[in-house]
């Protein structure tokens, strides 16, 4: 394997000397040209971010300013007791709390594993060889991420009874299995690794499942942590609420809901601050996960994949 290991040591050589600086385009604006691009970013900024101030802000109100009009961004008296309220209530639901969060956390890295090992298994023949159907394989991949999940609902409810897994938590992961999303930005991913790099390989004996998990996956992290980012928030969000009927397999998500809902007894006054404690907690999750990744994903939409 010393052929596959110099030309990935050399790839990685002109990654770190910015070999992509050629095909950079020379800004042609003026200085007071990008002062009045950067005003505009921080207010797209500014723009874009403030329903995550005035969410977090929310949580934060104690009752007495939670119905103020007109609504107050800044808080007078910040308290914590809506996280406690919240603490509090989920202590008293009819099924623990562990368990909604076990259900969540299974539901969670089995689909999220199962999705991107199973997608790029799928991109890497379709990015690398040609074969019959393989142009319309890849038409199909595209159309599908236009239709909404809404649309394949139906579908999927009489596959997943087909298969006698209603009720259970294989409802929601073996069709997030199935998303097109990691698929398509791995296959778009893979097809930019040279092929020499496959070729040398092939020379020194690995086979098609070696060369896939040694060469390719390691070359293609940045697409599998996108992919990774964008199914883990889908999989935790998921209240599984159309397939799962049993209170004790339903996730955390769905107990969040029917809190924010005020369908769960014993919220009482405090439902608008308990409401939007959930709703940070459930966003600070992914958020969290995709700060500590976001260098990767970053990667994969500013060179989606490597350059020959």
Request: hydrophobic letters at 50%; aromatic letters at 14%.
């Amino acid at each position: 394997m010393a052929v596959i290991q110099n030309l990935y040591q050399k790839h990685l050589q002109r990654k770190k000397s910015n070999d992509f600086t050629p095909f950079v385009k020379k800004s042609q604006r003026s200085f007071w040209g990008n002062v009045i691009l950067f005003l505009f970013l921080i207010l797209m900024g500014v723009v874009f971010f403030f329903p995550v101030i005035y969410m977090v802000s929310q949580s934060l109100k104690p009752m007495n300013e939670m119905f103020i009009f007109p609504p107050r961004i800044i808080v007078s008296n910040p308290t914590m007791d809506n996280y406690r309220d919240f603490v509090n209530v989920l202590a008293n639901t009819v099924v623990p709390v562990t368990r909604s969060l076990f259900n969540s956390l299974f539901v969670v890295v089995v689909g999220s594993v199962g999705h991107i090992v199973i997608a790029s298994l799928c991109a890497y023949p379709l990015a690398k060889y040609k074969f019959p159907g393989s142009a319309f394989c890849n038409q199909l991949i595209v159309y599908s991420l236009m239709f909404n999940a809404t649309v394949t609902m139906i579908p999927n409810f009489l596959t997943i009874a087909g298969l006698g897994m209603l009720d259970t938590q294989w409802a929601i992961i073996i069709p997030g299995f199935a998303s097109t999303l990691g698929l398509y930005l791995m296959k778009n991913f893979m097809e930019q690794i040279p092929d020499s790099l496959m070729e040398a390989a092939q020379i020194d004996g690995a086979g098609y499942v070696r060369i896939h998990f040694t060469i390719v996956m390691p070359v293609v992290k940045p697409a599998l942590v996108t992919a990774f980012i964008l199914v883990f928030q889908a999989f935790w969000t998921n209240t599984g609420d159309k397939f799962i009927y049993t209170e004790a397999n339903k996730g955390f998500a769905y107990v969040v809901q029917q809190l924010a809902s005020g369908r769960i007894s014993g919220v009482g006054s405090s439902y608008a601050g308990i409401s939007s404690a959930s709703a940070v907690i459930m966003f600070a999750v992914p958020l969290v996960v995709f700060l500590i990744m976001q260098n990767n994903v970053v990667s994969t939409m500013a060179t989606s994949g490597m350059k020959e």
